[in-house]
C-alpha cells in the first residue's frame, strides 16, 4: 500500500498553549492538501485545507502553512483544549487522481491540563 | 443530515474466511473511497468508486476487491483473510470528486482476523 512512515510522533502542549504541527508531503504534483483529527474510535475528521496556489489558510483557531519549495505543511492551532488531543494527519491529493488521496503517519497530540 | 455509515462495527474472522464490509455514503455523494488502517502502515488507499466504477485502485493484492451499487452504497470484499488483514476499515465519501472537497469518513469497521 501507499502511505509513509511506521513510527507516531508525539507531542505534548500545555492547555491553553498553541501548538504547531509539522508534516512532509510526498508528490510535488500535488495540488489540494487536508489536516484531519482522528479521535479514538472515531474515523478521521476534516479540520481545514487548502490549495495549492495558496499558502496560508486559517480557520477556527486553526491555521494551515503551506510551503510548496520544501513540501512543507504545517498546522496550527490556538489556546489548545484538552478536547483537541488526538491524532493529526495531513493529506495530500492530486487533482489527476481524483479522490485518491495519500495520508501522512500522522502525529498524536496530547494536551496536558 | 446523516453522516457515512459503516456496518459492522466490529467483526472477528478466521483466517481463510471471506468479508463483507458496507459503507452508506452521505445522500448525495457519489464518490465511494475505502482505507485501511493499522498502527504500522497507517491509512492507507485500497480503492475508490464513482457511478459504480472503480476509478483507483491502490496497492493491494486481488483478495481486496469492493463494487458500488446504484444508490453509491458501497461494499468490500477480502477473501481468503490473513492474520495480517486486522485493521481498521474506513470508508470516505465526498460530492465534488473533481476537487477532493467534501472527503467525509465514516466510524470505520474493526476486522479482527484469528
Known amino acids: 500500500g501507499e502511505s509513509v512512515g511506521l513510527h507516531l510522533p508525539t507531542l505534548s502542549v500545555q492547555e491553553g498553549d498553541n501548538s504547531i504541527i509539522n508534516c512532509a508531503y510526498s508528490?510535488?504534483?500535488?495540488?489540494?492538501f487536508i489536516w484531519y483529527k482522528q479521535e479514538s474510535g472515531k474515523g478521521p475528521q476534516f479540520i481545514i485545507d487548502?490549495?495549492?496556489?495558496?499558502d496560508k489558510r486559517q480557520g477556527q483557531r486553526v491555521t494551515v502553512l503551506l510551503n510548496k519549495t520544501v513540501k512543507h505543511l504545517s498546522l496550527q492551532i490556538a489556546a489548545t483544549q484538552p478536547g483537541d488531543s488526538a491524532v493529526y494527519f495531513c493529506a495530500e491529493n492530486m487533482k489527476t487522481s481524483y479522490d485518491k488521496v495519500i495520508f501522512g503517519p500522522g502525529t498524536s497530540l496530547s494536551v496536558i491540563p | 443530515k446523516a453522516g457515512v455509515t459503516q456496518t459492522p462495527r466490529y467483526l472477528i474472522k478466521t483466517r481463510g474466511q471471506q468479508v463483507t464490509l458496507s459503507c452508506s455514503p452521505i445522500?448525495?455523494?457519489?464518490?465511494v473511497s475505502w482505507y485501511q488502517q493499522t498502527p504500522g502502515q497507517g491509512l492507507q488507499f485500497l480503492f475508490e468508486?464513482?457511478?459504480?466504477?472503480?476509478?483507483n485502485k491502490g496497492n493491494f493484492p486481488g483478495r481486496f476487491s469492493g463494487r458500488q451499487f446504484s444508490n453509491s452504497r458501497s461494499e468490500m470484499n477480502v477473501s481468503t483473510l490473513e492474520l495480517g488483514d486486522s485493521a481498521l476499515y474506513l470508508c470516505a465519501s465526498s460530492l465534488d470528486t473533481e476537487t477532493g472537497y467534501g472527503y467525509t469518513f465514516g466510524s470505520g469497521t474493526r476486522l479482527t482476523v484469528v
Open positions: 468508486y464513482f457511478s459504480e466504477t472503480q476509478r
Open positions: 487548502i490549495r495549492s496556489n495558496m
Open positions: 508528490n510535488s504534483a500535488s495540488d489540494y
Open positions: 445522500s448525495g455523494h457519489r464518490s
